[in-house]
């Protein structure tokens, strides 16, 4: 639609928060309507940073702070002709009237508004620790933290990280590439909780390779004073020695002031249908403080990615401003990616967690394929697993999550499957995707192809996998069938297995059969590949068998090496 004329009064649009999705907004309303009077009122003293460059400009990659300013107050009025206002806290909103209050130095202050954007954001969880007011804890969640920390960081030798989520590996990272000796703390069973247990500790090794501490399932109980440094104390009653400490336990959604205008909010996010608007008319809401809703579980939850916030800014202009082709806000998938020194990892979609917590049915596989063509020097394993419907459900293959970690070539093929989720192909039509191949690239097999190779495997039958969390009861009621090489035997092995190379199978059913004395069958090699072919014969033979899936590779990953080895039952073994 047209922008009002000039003998209207100009709408009053006033957004609440800056970064990605009220500047988003902003500058897409700008756009829409050149006559509009748009004020943006931000709580701190940058409007528009790059929040997710917090960390590599503390680690010093990042050499200015300046390159961490996207925009300032002048440069959004030069530009759009924007009204931002920095250090203006909104603290509630008046619907009847129409008009917010926001908090200043001078005061407060009323602003009115025909239409009203709100993009406050997350703040930083502060668990009820004691010691957590003293001055050596900070968070890492704006541009002043960041300089505060780097700045500390120039004198510290010590640092501990509470929180091993995305930015707290993150701080991690920069602090020991600052020379920093640092433990880094995480009450949930791993790093990185939302990693699967088998890629997790991939991340977990790479973090101890470069001389960090790592302390998951325990909880910080206390910060202490010890006079020239603090003490963080574990509820194991260990003490971690720090000259400073990084709080980044997770964020909540910083809406108090709008669930006080009776504005519907379930659990501390705001509710709004699929243009952002919200319960109460001519009030619109993005970003980390809005609930969404999981494409895959259906659980509603908010969702602290810049991505989304951003294209949700937009969209919502679109919608506000009566454009005709503005387009619904679709449910995020939750892509993310970090970098932990030299690996990579990505994930989208859901986890095992949060398909059993709503009971959906899905079956697993792992891939260990190569970044690019293993003859092309370079070449990196990239461990792979992705999560989709089985051949009995109502949408069989469709794809609910995947998850790699790699050194090369991870973000490629997250990007790629995230894609493929949100245009609704199967697990199987990854076959058929057309990716660019030449050596120093790929394989003409991409491993996102493979995955739906093996994906179409599983839905078809051919293949029936076994999965590292089913260990105890395989080593309880069935054969384990090692169909490895005798010097990776010797690295160790699975207690009670029969060891076979799959290249004499054909020969050997009979002891197969013998061993099995009637118990299923469940197959194993280094990665799959091999267990896969032997998986096939045994199954042309009759035999109860599966391949378990991404082969020893994940079983170590999932459980470690102590649950390996090398006392040989020669009842079983086989030379």
Known sequence: MPSPELT??????????????????????????????????????????????????????????????????????????????????????????????????????????????????????????????????????????????????????????????????????????????????????????????????LVTAELERHGLRVHAGIAASAVEDAGDHAIVRLSDGRGLPADLVVLSVGVRPDTAFAGDAGIAIERGAIIVDAHGRTSIPHVWAAGDAVAKTDPVTGAVRPVALAGPANREGRLIADAMLGERSARVMPPPLGTAIVRVFGLTAALTGANRRTLEEAGVAHETMHLHPGSHAGYFPGAEAIHLVVHFAPASSDEPGRIYGAQAVGADGVDKRIDVIATAMRAGLGVDDLIDLDLAYAPPYGSAKDPVNMAGLLGQNVLEGITRLWQPQDLDDVLSNALVLDVRRADEWRTGFLPGALRIPHTELRERL??????????????????????????????????????????MQTLLAYHGKDILTHEVDHRTAAA
Not at 517 to 539: E, K, T
């Open 8 to 201: 209207h009064t100009p709408r009053r649009i006033v957004v609440v928060g800056g970064v990605a999705a009220g500047m988003s907004f902003a500058a897409r309303a700008r756009r829409l309507d050149e006559h509009a009077h748009i004020l943006v009122l931000e709580r701190g003293d940058h409007v528009s940073f790059a929040n997710c460059g917090l960390p590599y400009f503390v680690g010093g990659e990042i050499d200015e702070q300046s390159q961490l300013l996207v925009q300032t107050p002048e440069s959004l009025r030069a530009a759009l002709d924007l009204d931002v206002r920095v250090r203006h806290d909104v603290t509630s909103i008046d619907p009847v009237r129409k008009v917010v209050v926001a908090a200043t130095a001078g005061g407060e202050t009323e602003f009115a508004y025909d239409e009203l954007m709100l993009a406050p954001g997350a703040f930083a969880l502060r668990p009820p620790i004691p010691g957590l007011d003293d001055s050596r804890v900070r968070t890492l969640r704006t541009v002043g933290d960041a300089a505060w920390m780097k700045d500390a960081a120039g004198s510290a030798r010590r640092a501990v990280v509470l929180g091993a989520g995305f930015i707290g590996v993150e701080a991690a990272e920069a602090l020991r590439q600052r020379g920093l000796e640092v433990d880094i703390v995480e009450f949930a069973p791993h790093v990185l909780p939302p990693l699967e247990t088998e890629m997790a500790s």
């Open 510 to 551: 009979d002891e197969v059969r013998r061993a099995a004395a009637g118990r299923p069958v469940r197959i194993h090699c280094a990665s799959g590949v091999r267990s896969y072919l032997a998986h096939r014969q045994l199954a042309a033979a009759g035999i109860d068998s599966a391949t378990l899936s991404g082969g």
